[in-house]
């Protein structure tokens, strides 16, 4: 069975536990690589990582693209959305299909 996980700011993420996903709380900007590279080893198929700690390492997310698996999905924090997750998606979606098909914009 595959196992998920939460990285992020505790108050992101602990409420995550309730469902069985095992949670990674980052401290600081600093703790966030290792976090991450703690993830990738654990044999999880999806990894939930929030947009603050996406933003402080995404030379890290980015290394994690190429794998099959884990998923690496970028979620809003508590403080809200910084649009990481959005402009991801959108880089993701133009690679697939070759053009800009979900975020264009009505003149």
């Known amino acids: 069975m595959y196992k998920f996980a939460a990285v992020g700011e505790e108050a992101s993420v602990f409420g995550f536990r309730a469902l069985g996903v095992d949670v990674f709380v980052v401290k600081d900007e600093d703790d966030a690589a290792s976090v991450l590279e703690k993830a990738r080893k654990g044999g999880y198929a999806v990894i939930f990582v929030t947009e ?56």
């Open 52 to 107: 603050q700690v996406a933003k402080a390492v995404p030379d890290v997310i980015e290394g994690f693209q190429d794998a099959p698996l884990p998923a690496v999905l970028i979620i809003p924090g508590v403080g809200g959305s910084l649009g990481l997750a959005s402009q991801r998606m959108k880089r993701i979606v133009e690679k697939a299909v070759g053009a800009d098909i979900l975020f264009q914009e009505r003149g």
